[in-house]
């Protein structure tokens, strides 16, 4: 139906994404381009929670964890899709996403940490992926502006970055180009379930129906204050603070720090393609507080500088601080509530919101149209109802 000849309170949608982050985009834009009639709520701006915060980084490989396998399947079904993603984005906007193919070299600087990096090769090796390690000489000869007193270094060539900003403002342009309504500063005030779809109240305005709506609230998903959806359908997600630091190149385009991700222990730097560089980021359990510390600043510019002394001739942009999405297991929730199956969850996504946005799209654009994912990964394993005990009755869910 034409936005225009639309019946606010009347007619409705096909489907009601609540989030605007790259997630909450790239489900509209998937689901748009399979003909569906969307609107998408979001609480602030577009893109204004983690999203605007996130570095980019596109690391299946570097940020593979011990005991994380389901999730690094997930994690290169979603790589394998990202450059076909940003093409097709930037053929329908003429926008970029800053995608970039770096590759990461995370650096050691004394035997423990050489130790650690040598056993995530390990592990690399163990997992059938691409890494190596490399003495100091042939790191130097990658990233010559990497300090000498380094002892080596663990190289993944495929990883790669992309501008989560400029992702946001393609998906924004991507939505507007095929029709899709964003209502943005709109904290939902509840909603129903019944057998005509769903209703989604929002202050000063009608409700919003539709046949089915999305959860892909972010950080936000499963906060207590959010009233507006019933306790026993919230998230099982919880807010972990990052702070990141941005530094700029004076002029742009001069010679870049690092061509590649440089990551430590402590720290990463993703380059991007004007010469800027941002570090980050702290993991923090502090619930919602987004409050930017002194501490942080200092710990990721002391870490960074510790790699490459070089970024200390950089302009200091500014810091920032957002909530990742954190689920008991680090892994996502896609799918439907197998209780309510008009509502499906988009969340969780933790430290890979942008990795995982491709492939988000596009499973939940298929559920939505009850077709069967195109994808090798077994998505039971990110059922969204998969942390709640049988025993636990206080996650029963009566709707
Ligand atoms: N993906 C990196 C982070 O969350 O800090």
């Given at each position: 139906?034409?936005?225009?000849?639309?019946?606010?309170?009347?007619?409705?949608?096909?489907?009601i994404?609540?989030?605007?982050?790259?997630?909450?985009?790239?489900?509209a834009?998937?689901?748009?381009?399979?003909g569906?009639a969307?609107?998408?709520?979001?609480?602030?701006?577009?893109?204004?929670?983690?999203?605007?915060?996130?570095?980019g980084?596109?690391?299946?490989?570097?940020?593979?964890?011990?005991?994380?396998?389901?999730?690094?399947?997930?994690s290169?079904?979603?790589?394998?899709?990202?450059?076909?993603?940003?093409?097709?984005?930037?053929?329908?906007?003429?926008?970029?996403?800053?995608?970039?193919?770096?590759?990461?070299?995370?650096?050691?600087?004394?035997?423990?940490?050489a130790?650690?990096?040598?056993?995530?090769?390990?592990?690399?090796?163990?997992?059938?992926?691409?890494?190596?390690?490399?003495?100091?000489?042939?790191?130097?000869?990658?990233e010559?502006?990497?300090?000498?007193?380094?002892?080596?270094?663990?190289?993944?060539?495929?990883?790669s970055?992309?501008?989560?900003?400029?992702?946001?403002?393609?998906?924004q342009?991507?939505?507007?180009?095929?029709?899709?309504?964003?209502?943005?500063?709109?904290?939902?005030?509840?909603?129903?379930?019944?057998?005509?779809?769903?209703?989604?109240e929002?202050?000063?305005?009608?409700?919003?129906?539709?046949?089915?709506?999305v959860?892909?609230?972010?950080?936000?998903?499963?906060?207590?204050?959010?009233?507006?959806?019933?306790?026993?359908?919230?998230?099982?997600?919880?807010?972990?603070?990052?702070?990141?630091?941005?530094?700029?190149?004076?002029?742009?385009?001069?010679h870049?720090?690092?061509?590649?991700?440089?990551?430590?222990?402590?720290?990463?730097?993703?380059?991007?393609?004007?010469?800027?560089?941002?570090?980050?980021?702290?993991?923090?359990?502090?619930?919602f507080?987004?409050?930017?510390?002194?501490?942080?600043v200092?710990?990721?510019?002391?870490?960074?500088?510790?790699?490459?002394?070089?970024?200390?001739?950089?302009?200091?942009?500014?810091?920032?601080a957002?909530?990742?999405p954190?689920?008991p297991?680090?892994?996502?929730?896609?799918?439907s509530?197998?209780?309510?199956?008009?509502?499906?969850?988009?969340?969780?996504?933790?430290?890979?919101?942008?990795?995982?946005?491709?492939?988000?799209?596009?499973?939940?654009?298929?559920?939505?149209?009850?077709?069967?994912?195109?994808?090798?990964?077994?998505?039971?394993?990110?059922?969204?109802?998969?942390?709640?005990?049988?025993?636990?009755?206080?996650?029963?869910?009566?709707?």
């Open positions: 139906m034409d936005d225009e000849k639309r019946n606010p309170g009347v007619d409705p949608y096909d489907v994404v609540v989030g605007a982050g790259v997630i909450g985009l790239s489900v834009w998937c689901a748009a381009r399979k569906l969307v609107c998408v709520v979001e609480r602030s701006e577009p893109g204004a929670g983690a999203s605007s915060v996130a570095a980084m596109l690391a299946p490989v570097g940020e593979a964890s011990f005991g994380e396998e389901a999730l690094l399947e997930l290169l079904a979603s790589h394998a899709i990202w450059p076909e993603f940003s093409e097709n984005l930037s053929a329908a906007t003429g926008l970029e996403t800053g995608f970039l193919l770096l590759g990461a070299l995370h650096v050691a600087f004394d035997g423990d940490e130790a650690e990096m040598q056993r995530k090769g390990d592990l690399h090796e163990r997992l059938g992926l691409d890494s190596s390690w490399l003495s100091p000489d042939r790191c130097r000869e990658l010559p502006r990497l300090a000498p007193n380094l002892v080596g270094g663990l190289y993944v060539p495929g990883d970055a992309a501008d989560p900003r400029q992702l946001v403002t393609a998906l342009a991507a939505l507007h180009s095929e029709g899709v309504e964003i209502v943005s500063n709109t904290v939902p005030s509840g909603c129903g379930f019944g057998d005509s779809g769903v209703t989604l929002i202050p000063d305005g009608a409700p919003l129906l539709a046949k089915r709506m959860l892909a609230a972010g950080a936000w998903s499963g906060d207590p204050e959010s009233a507006w959806l019933p306790e026993a359908l919230r998230a099982e997600v919880r807010p972990v603070k990052g702070q990141i630091v941005e530094l700029a190149a004076e002029p742009p385009h001069s870049p720090v690092a061509e590649r991700i440089v990551c430590g222990e402590r720290f990463y730097a993703v380059p991007r393609s004007d010469g800027s560089l941002v570090i980050g980021a702290t993991v923090e359990e502090k619930g507080d987004t409050g930017i510390t002194a501490g942080a200092h710990e990721l510019l002391r870490e960074g500088y510790r790699a490459l002394p070089d970024l200390a001739e950089l302009r200091f942009v500014g810091a920032r957002g909530l990742r954190a689920t297991d680090n892994a996502p929730l896609l799918g509530n197998p209780i309510e199956p008009r509502l499906l969850y988009a969340t969780g996504h933790f430290r890979n919101g942008i990795l995982l946005a491709p492939v988000t799209g596009e499973v939940i654009a298929s559920l939505l149209v009850d077709e069967e994912p195109d994808l090798q990964v077994d998505l039971d394993l990110f059922r969204p109802d998969r942390f709640i005990k049988p025993s636990d009755p206080s996650k029963a869910v009566t709707v």
